[in-house]
């Protein structure tokens, strides 16, 4: 129950809200993205996923909650159920001149504790500890940025960001939150509408990340762990994908100790890919864990 502690004590630092909502489910295991309702103070309520016996949090299959940006800029977070799904969504700070955001693990407990945030005027700020970091300028030019894990063992994870050629860039995080200067990665990756990745999905320990192109066809780049070559040539996982318009890594949602990947579909269904730990298949078929999702610009 530690780890479920942990990631409580870092939900509840983030959740201080400052348009706190009251908050609705349907059914048991599926989340409804509803509309606000009464204020409320933002609390967690992950009740199942308290109980002992489960996975604790690795950098390999990590525990992040998803969140939720509304055009007004106010955030929503979500925590696993316990039971395959997502428990009901709280209420925290509203970010208006937030662009994107990616959610952190910087000591590589297994466990969120922080998001580095992208603003509209390209500022790049890091949050944590309650706290709100600047630590670089410039990523306008960024379009794409997610945070896979750590790449080549280091104590701290990796952050990659695409720019509007289609380069991809690792920029390697500190323990104050700051950046190494960028290394490329390559290029060609403008090819792909959505890229996402969270913790190992082969079953080797290293991360991956999944990619899907503009046919709808998605690609798996498993980690190396060598730094001078970070992924492998892409393997083909399936076709049919154009009917997400937004993939998310959060790690491990169903608590099995495998990352998992989340999609919402073009109604604002949100769907879970549970991983199996296999290269050659890394997902189980679909299963729905929610509803109105469509309502956030942003998840992560």
Same mark, same amino acid.
Not at 40 to 50: C, K, Q, S, V
Not at 94 to 105: E, G, K, Q, T
């Given at each position: ?209 999944? #990619? *899907? @192109?503009?046919? =709808?066809? /998605?690609? +798996? !780049?498993? &980690? $190396? ?5 970070? %992924? ?30 989340? #999609? *919402? @579909?073009?109604? =604002?269904? /949100?769907? +879970? !890919?549970? &991983? $199996? ?5 890394? %997902? ?17």
């Amino acid at each position: 129950m530690q780890h479920f502690s942990q990631r409580r004590r870092g939900l509840i630092r983030l959740a201080t809200a400052v348009t706190a909502v009251a908050l609705a489910t349907t059914t048991a295991g599926t989340a409804a993205a509803d509309t606000p309702g009464a204020p409320r103070a933002a609390e967690p309520t992950a009740r199942a996923a308290a109980k002992a016996g489960q996975p604790k949090p690795t950098p390999a299959a990590p525990h992040h909650f998803l969140s939720g940006i509304l055009p007004s800029g106010q955030m929503y977070v979500y925590l696993p159920d316990g039971k395959g799904g997502l428990d009901t969504r709280s209420g925290a700070y509203v970010w208006p001149h937030l662009r994107y955001a990616v959610s952190i693990d910087p000591d590589q407990t297994g466990s969120q504790d922080g998001a580095y945030h992208v603003m509209d005027d390209g500022t790049l700020n890091l949050w944590r500890h309650g706290k709100l970091k600047k630590v670089a300028t410039g990523w306008r030019p960024y379009d794409s940025v997610f945070s896979p894990g750590t790449l080549g063992g280091a104590k701290h994870p990796d952050l990659l960001g695409r720019d509007k050629q289609g380069v991809l860039w690792r920029f390697q995080t500190k323990a104050n939150g700051t950046l190494a200067p960028r290394a490329r990665i390559g290029s060609g990756w403008g090819q792909f509408t959505q890229i996402a990745g969270l913790g190992d999905l082969s079953g080797d320990r290293k991360p991956d990340i999944v #990619a *899907r @192109d503009k046919q =709808g066809v /998605l690609w +798996l !780049y498993k &980690g $190396t762990g060598d730094l001078r070559k970070p %992924f492998t040539n892409r393997a083909r996982i399936g076709g049919g994908w154009n009917q997400f318009n937004k993939l998310v890594a959060t790690g491990d949602v169903d608590l099995d100790g495998r990352s998992d990947l989340l #999609a *919402r @579909d073009l109604k =604002g269904g /949100l769907w +879970l !890919y549970k &991983g $199996t730990g296999k290269a050659a298949a890394p %997902f189980k078929a679909k299963v729905k864990v929610g509803t109105g999702f469509n309502q956030y610009r942003d998840l992560f």
